[in-house]
């Protein structure tokens, strides 16, 4: 049996942050590899997303946690991949403002003052599970 890879729980806010300034993201899935494809402004990145260092993310000590890529730290698929990758080395991301930083769109989002929006614009009930962010 398969399971599906988990995913970073900040890995959604991250991909709507990069789309929203005007990247395309497509998410990775095999073991090892980064977890974002961005490509913005004619230039290719790959993102590998952790989680947020602090309180509750980060890094841990845990060998469980670290073999599934949940410690916040790299796993040996993960370094082995790094190691024979002979492109532009991918950027590890913790929050959406990393991933602006990396790919230079921080002022692009800053600018436009992107805020979360509870409903919609249309007059329709908002979708459950998701947001959208649009300009103030």
């Known amino acids: 049996m398969t399971w599906a890879r988990m995913r970073d729980k900040n890995e959604r806010e991250i991909v709507e942050a990069l789309v929203?300034?005007?990247?395309?993201?497509?998410?990775?899935?095999?073991?090892?590899?980064p977890d974002l494809l961005v490509g913005y402004q004619g230039t290719t990145y790959l993102l590998e997303v952790k989680r947020p260092l602090g309180p509750r993310g980060g890094i841990t000590s845990s060998t469980t946690a670290?073999?599934?890529g949940e410690s916040g730290e790299m796993t040996e698929a993960q370094e082995r991949w790094w190691a024979r990758w002979k492109g532009q080395?991918?950027?590890?991301?913790?929050?959406?403002?990393?991933?602006?930083?990396?790919?230079?769109?921080?002022?692009t989002a800053m600018e436009t003052s992107l805020v979360p929006v509870t409903r919609s614009t249309t007059?329709?009930?908002?979708?459950?599970?998701?947001?959208?962010?649009?300009?103030?």
Do not use: E, Q
């Open 20 to 33: 929203v300034a005007g990247a395309s993201v497509t998410r990775l899935n095999a073991t090892g590899v």
């Open 123 to 136: 007059g329709a009930a908002p979708r459950t599970g998701r947001r959208r962010f649009l300009p103030a």
């Open 66 to 68: 670290k073999k599934r």
């Open 89 to 107: 080395s991918p950027v590890v991301v913790r929050t959406a403002g990393d991933a602006l930083n990396v790919v230079g769109a921080a002022s």
